[in-house]
């Protein structure tokens, strides 16, 4: 069956730091991959979305995340982090039937 | 409607109670979701709708977990005979059938089984 791994659950970093959450998937055919994003107390939202074409993908609010195909990868960066990123990140994998499977998500607090 | 509605957005109920909850999709969207989100746990798959197809219910727990849609828009999910492990926000979430499409997701209903 189709799975979704995120490798860090909580993830503290401090204003302007770097960022790369992990993301790896396991299935074999055609997939469109997702980062969404749950700032507290709202919806899950949509960070950014890869399909084909080029894999580095930008999303909103200066997020990218790079498919990497061999790896079954698409982690998601961002070079500098602001205090108003402290979210729980997603990723997501949707197969070829269109059914969505989410990671177990990556809580980031980020120190002002 | 403008974006996927949940209801109730908060409920408690006695343990070995029935409880029904309830999603309007967007208007237009065929494909409907529901997960569950735990802490912890991330968002657990329950089932997933799409068009006039049979739904992929691989994901329900228990027997005591169904869910149907009807006319294609309006989705209930219910519990019976609810237990505490069963507390949980679920979310339901509605999209477009096509691959590269995301999902918008409801507000939750927010389960607390006592």
């Known amino acids: 069956a189709q799975s979704v791994s995120q490798h860090n659950h909580h993830v503290i970093l401090s204003e302007a730091a770097s960022l790369e959450l992990g993301c790896n998937y396991s299935?074999?055919?055609?997939?469109?991959l997702f980062w969404y994003v749950q700032y507290p107390g709202q919806h899950l939202q949509l960070l950014l979305k890869?399909?084909?074409?080029?894999?580095l993908v930008k999303g909103i609010k200066g997020f990218e995340a790079e498919f990497i195909k061999s790896k079954f990868s698409f982690n998601l960066r961002k070079p500098s982090v602001q205090w108003s990123d402290t979210a729980e990140y997603f990723c997501?994998?949707?197969?070829?039937?269109?059914?969505?499977?989410f990671g177990a998500g990556t809580r980031l607090f980020v120190k002002a | 409607g403008a974006g996927v509605s949940q209801s109730p957005s908060n409920k408690v109920t006695e343990k070995g109670k029935d409880v029904e909850l309830r999603c309007d999709p967007i208007?237009?969207?065929?494909?409907l979701y529901w997960y569950r989100q735990s802490l912890g746990q991330g968002l657990e798959f329950l089932i997933y709708?799409?068009?006039?197809?049979?739904?992929?219910k691989s994901g329900l727990p228990s027997d005591r977990f169904s869910a149907e849609r009807t006319g294609g828009s309006v989705s209930t999910l219910t519990i019976q005979r609810t237990q505490q492990e069963d507390s949980a926000v679920y979310l339901c979430?509605?999209?477009?059938?096509?691959?590269?499409?995301?999902?918008?997701f409801g507000q939750g209903t927010r389960l607390t089984v006592v």
């Open positions: 979430a509605s999209s477009l059938v096509s691959g590269d499409t995301e999902a918008f």
């Open positions: 299935y074999g055919g055609t997939v469109n």
């Open positions: 890869y399909f084909s074409g080029d894999p």
């Open positions: 997501a994998v949707k197969t070829g039937g269109f059914k969505t499977i």
């Open positions: 208007s237009g969207h065929t494909a």
């Open positions: 709708f799409q068009g006039n197809s049979a739904p992929d």
